[in-house]
């Protein structure tokens, strides 16, 4: 383990059990808060029996489990599952109800799961029969808590599909006491052929209003995912993953694993709970083989019908809203909780708010929810499941506050705490419907002249959205946000607002009216898709929930005059950023949707001057309760700012205490190492001093151990042992004294689209030194890059970024200068002018310590050297010194032969050569002086005498020849 240098004093080490006390109380109460599940609830298996039909003496055999509680006789609550899973895929959901107090049944629908029968997609005279029939049993239960014989306490909840069945069954039995609806559809007709006629006239909060065919516009893929789900395929149930809640945490992989795992549905599911999502009562091959799979034949053919033409029949609308909530919507007189997704290419804001209206309309009590899941978001997060739970505890018991009649929604917001996007709930104090109330809509304009587009033949290539099932994967995570998203060149009109000048949060429906017109003798009806963007000002475009909102506009003018209509964009929950836009696009094509395969051609502008009207509700932002996972990672983060700040603050009080023996000494290292993990050790027990006006090589073969000693020096990384003072101050990161040295180390980042005296502006700004101390003009000249200084440095050659860096280092004119490999890149006149400079710069009693592998240069330029090898020190002194520390000697004489001679008789004396005028000798020990004085005593003449090494011959002794090549 390496060591921690905060506990290397009673201090440190109080600080240390300070933290472990933090660490140890947090743990502690996250194992209180989130230990394994201890609940006393305990869970019965039944088979119940239900008709097949009225009055038939067949039965189905429904598969249920019921979750009891610990506490009995209490009140039920019905949970039927998601459309293609099973009473598996809402256990955590029933568990966590039965914790609450309540007795729930689940179960799967018939066709689903291992109960028998087949799918009717929630007829009256069978699904919703058998939730009658569940109800009888669960009036016979003495763990029921009972109104009257044969009517027990009893609330109904589920999404989806369950959604549905909740609200058709309080609709057609007055038993039940409350409802919570999630993520349902109001008329699968609407949901699944949007405007499509219906024998009612069309509600104004469907998705579109205007001068429409009966046919509507058919959602092919979320429909083909629905039937598939059906035969035997993975389904689109309930959502597996949790939307984001006010304080939840997610990061982008697990938001984009859970979006995944979500647009799956429910199947998958009961698959992994072991119960066959495709053979419900074992009859798994038989339906694989079988065109309808587990629907009934009516429901069959209906899909048939409108997955073959693209449109609904009169039949086939009369179906789906029979086993739709729209037909029994007025007679539902429980309190009802609708709980609707933000995020719902499927069923969106729209259904909701049908049902709501009707139900309203008749007298019922109704309370709307808005959250940010849905099929394309994910289910509930647990604080919304607790508001559920909540609804369910005060309807059915009387216990808690009484939840109301409002109206909240949840608006998710750019920002991104560890991954997840921030979201935060606003209450209004009554639901204003889609649109908003007339007060509460903020005109836009739009700005756009008419513009021709065309439906490809085929409607081949289509424009993108979205995609059913995985919407999610954009909207969830930062990396993929935009990914489905484009429209065909030619196929698409395009409207822009101007940018808004505060952020403008729209909550609802936007709507506006439009004129569409055919050439003369061609098309006599329109299908198209509308779509309203956030466009950031980059450019940047993202649709909201990928949602659109399709159109067929019929009897269109023969004679090419327009046909005017309002549309009502999808209904969204999304904060307009100041600076941000609006854009309106209306194409002519969607993969989503099934489109017209004849080709035609459209012209496309805005009505009534041009304009959007957007929703707005004020409300009040509300919290879901103390967020202490949040809190506590907070505070712990704030604590241990705090003891970092306060350890800096020690740091700092000790690189003030100056030495005042070594004031005036630039550097002294003392028994410097640095050890790494894993038992590398780059410095080992180094010591050596720098005086003013020395200019220091550092010298060592790679691996030496140079540039980690300058990265200590430099106060970039922390020594493992010893000291480094510069100027009498212990060197410590961000320690004052650090000012006073000018640095070059491993290379300099420069701002490539400046220029260079830009970058030496900026890199002093930053020092936050007066002006007038940079020095610039001087470095510059230093540097001699001349005009080129005024280039971006983009355009700099690898010398001349060198030349910068050096100038770099030496603004202010620092008392220590520090350079490594400083002539690298530099051609030869550069690397002579490069060492007159460091030498004038050292005259003035300044001290230059360069690290080099230029040994020659070193040694021309240097006044004293330190020689590393394998992270200890080798030698050190003066260049004369190190380089005559060998005895080699070199004497120019008048008579060489002569010379030669009696050095050979000198005692010790060897390898003795004659080179011209010179002669060379290993003197091995006899002092120069003396050899000088042998040499004229026999009458020879010595005009020069010298030591014969160079440097590098020294250096390649003291370090071992070859090491480090």
């Known amino acids: 383990m390496p060591r921690i240098p905060l506990l290397s004093d009673r201090r440190g080490r109080f600080v240390a059990l300070v933290l472990v006390v933090v660490v140890l109380a947090a743990g502690a109460l996250f194992w209180t808060g989130s230990g394994e599940d201890t609940s006393a609830v305990r869970t019965q298996d039944a088979t119940i029996d239900s008709p097949a039909a009225p009055g038939s003496g067949e039965l189905v055999q429904l598969d249920a489990t019921m979750y009891v509680p610990e506490t009995t006789p209490a009140p039920a609550v019905l949970l039927p599952h998601g459309f293609g899973g099973d009473k598996n895929s809402v256990a955590s959901e029933a568990r966590e109800l039965a914790d609450r107090g309540f007795v729930v049944l689940t179960y799967s629908a018939r066709g689903f799961g291992r109960s028998t029968g087949k799918i009717a997609l929630n007829d009256p005279d069978a699904e919703v029969a058998d939730g009658g029939t569940l109800i009888d049993y669960l009036a016979a239960r003495p763990e029921v808590v009972s109104d009257a014989s044969g009517d027990p306490k009893v609330g109904v909840t589920g999404a989806s599909y369950g959604g549905a069945l909740a609200l058709m069954l309080a609709g057609t039995d007055k038993r039940v006491d409350a409802i919570a609806p999630v993520i349902t559809y109001n008329d699968l007709t609407q949901g699944l052929i949007p405007n499509a006629a219906s024998p009612d006239p069309v509600e104004p909060g469907t998705p579109s209003a205007g001068a429409f065919a009966e046919e509507g516009v058919f959602k092919r893929s979320w429909a083909g995912i629905f039937f598939s789900a059906g035969t035997g395929a993975a389904g689109a149930g309930q959502p597996g993953s949790e939307a984001p809640e006010p304080g939840q ?471 493992t042992e010893g000291r480094i003072k510069v100027f009498g101050h212990t060197v410590s990161p961000g320690a004052p004294v650090l000012s006073r040295i000018g640095s070059f180390v491993e290379g300099a980042g420069f701002l490539p689209h400046l220029s260079g005296a830009a970058n030496l502006e900026l890199y002093w700004a930053a020092s936050g030194r007066p002006d007038d101390k940079a020095h610039v003009a001087e470095a510059l000249e230093i540097a001699g890059l001349g005009d080129a200084v005024h280039r971006r440095v983009r355009t700099y050659s690898q010398g001349m970024r060198q030349r910068l860096a050096i100038a770099q280092a030496m603004l202010g004119l620092p008392e220590l200068l520090v350079l490594d490999e400083p002539t690298n890149g530099l051609d030869p006149p550069q690397i002579h002018q490069m060492r007159e400079v460091l030498q004038r710069y050292a005259a003035t009693g300044r001290t230059v310590l360069v690290s080099s592998h230029l040994l020659a240069e070193v040694e021309q330029t240097c006044t004293h050297v330190v020689v590393m090898h394998r992270g200890a020190l080798v030698a050190s002194g003066e260049v004369s010194e190190i380089v005559a520390a060998g005895g080699e000697a070199t004497f120019r004489v008048d008579r060489p032969e002569d010379a030669a001679e009696v050095l050979r008789s000198a005692a010790g004396v060897t390898g003795v050569e004659i080179e011209g005028s010179l002669v060379h000798a290993d003197l091995d020990g006899l002092p120069r002086a003396e050899a000088i004085a042998t040499l004229v005593g026999a009458g020879v003449a010595v005009e020069q005498a010298g030591p014969r090494r160079r440097l590098e011959d020294a250096f390649l002794q003291l370090v071992g020849e070859g090491d480090g090549r």
Request: include cysteine; proline fraction near 8%.
């Open 249 to 719: 945490e997610q990061d982008d992989d697990q938001a984009t694993a859970g979006a995944a795992a979500g647009g799956a549905g429910a199947a998958d599911s009961a698959a992994a709970a072991g119960a066959p999502a495709g053979a419900p009562g074992g009859q798994g091959p038989s339906a694989a083989a079988n065109p309808c799979g587990r629907f009934t034949e009516e429901v069959c053919r209906a899909y048939n019908d409108v997955a073959t033409t693209g449109k609904a029949n009169a039949q086939t609308t009369e179906l789906l809203r029979r086993v739709s909530p729209v037909s029994v919507a007025s007679k539902i007189t429980a309190p009802t909780m609708l709980v609707q997704g933000e995020a719902d290419t499927l069923f969106g804001l729209d259904q909701s708010d049908a049902t709501a209206r009707q139900i309203a309309a008749a007298g019922g009590k109704v309370k709307t929810v808005w959250y940010t899941g849905g099929h394309d978001g994910g289910r509930p997060g647990p604080a919304l499941r607790g508001k559920i739970a909540d609804w369910m505890d005060f309807h059915l018991t009387g216990n808690g506050a009484d939840p109301g009649t409002g109206f909240s929604y949840d608006v998710q917001g750019a920002l991104r705490a560890s991954g997840a996007p921030s979201v935060r709930s606003v209450e209004a104090p009554a639901y204003p419907g889609l649109g908003g109330a007339p007060t509460e809509r903020r005109t836009l304009a739009l700005e756009g002249a008419e513009q021709g587009i065309v439906n490809p033949p085929g409607g081949n290539p289509a424009a993108v959205s979205g995609i059913p099932g995985l919407n999610r994967l954009a909207s969830s995570s930062s990396r993929l946000a935009g990914l489905f998203s484009a429209d065909p060149p030619g196929q698409s009109a395009t409207f822009t607002s101007a940018p808004v000048d505060s952020q403008l949060l729209v909550t609802g429906a936007s709507t506006v009216r439009m004129r569409v017109a055919a050439p003369p003798g061609t098309a006599r009806e329109a299908v198209l898709f509308a779509k309203l963007y956030d466009v950031s000002p980059e450019g940047v475009r993202t649709l909201p929930t990928n949602a659109i909102a399709p159109l067929r506009v019929s009897s269109l003018p023969a004679d090419g005059s327009p046909a005017e209509v309002t549309v009502t964009l999808p209904g969204v929950v999304r904060p307009i950023e100041a600076g941000h836009s609006l854009q309106l696009v209306v194409s002519t094509t969607d993969q989503a949707y099934a489109t017209p395969a004849e080709p035609a051609a459209y012209q496309v502008s805005l009505a009534d001057g041009g304009s959007i009207a957007v929703p707005v509700v004020p409300g009040t932002a509300v919290t879901t309760g103390w967020p202490w996972g949040q809190i506590l990672g907070i505070a712990g983060a704030l604590l241990l700012a705090a003891l970092v700040a306060f350890g800096a603050a020690l740091r700092r009080r000790r690189s003030h205490r100056v030495d005042p023996a070594l004031e005036t000494t630039p550097m002294v290292i003392e028994n410097l190492t640095k050890r790494y993990p894993g038992g590398l050790t780059a410095v080992k027990d180094l010591s050596f001093r720098v005086e003013p006006g020395q200019v220091l090589g550092l010298l060592g073969p790679n691996g030496a151990g140079k540039t980690t000693t300058l990265r200590m020096l430099m106060g970039l990384i922390a020594p």
